[in-house]
């Protein structure tokens, strides 16, 4: 079918048998060609979860350690740093 997006094509290295058997034992009745693209959109769900969880916990450690070293800042530390950086 013609397309303008980008194909892939996949060898079946051994990696990629094991998880197309995996697939299979979920999904029996799909063909190979179907797992292929059931494992992607498992995996990209996966990476996407790691990555909001990455994200909270550098969040919750910027929480954590706000204002904690204020004292060592005072009121025009910004403007003078900002003064430092030209336009």
């Known amino acids: 079918m ?3 997006r ?3 094509q996949i060898t079946e290295t051994d990696d990629i048998l094991r998880a197309l058997d995996a697939a299979a034992r ?3 009745n799909e063909p190979r060609a179907k797992l292929v693209l ?4 498992v995996g990209a769900a ?4 790691q990555d909001r969880t990455r994200l909270e ?3 919750a450690a910027l929480q954590r350690v706000r204002g904690r070293y204020s004292e ?3 009121e025009s530390f910004r403007t003078r740093l900002l003064d430092d950086w030209p336009e």
Request: aromatic share 14%; hydrophobic share 40%; no cysteine.
């Open 72 to 74: 060592g800042f005072d």
């Open 46 to 49: 996966e990476v996407s979860r």
């Open 6 to 8: 980008r194909r892939y």
């Open 2 to 4: 013609p397309t303008a």
């Open 57 to 59: 916990a550098r969040l």
């Open 38 to 41: 059931r494992v992607l959109r």
């Open 26 to 28: 979920v999904w029996p």
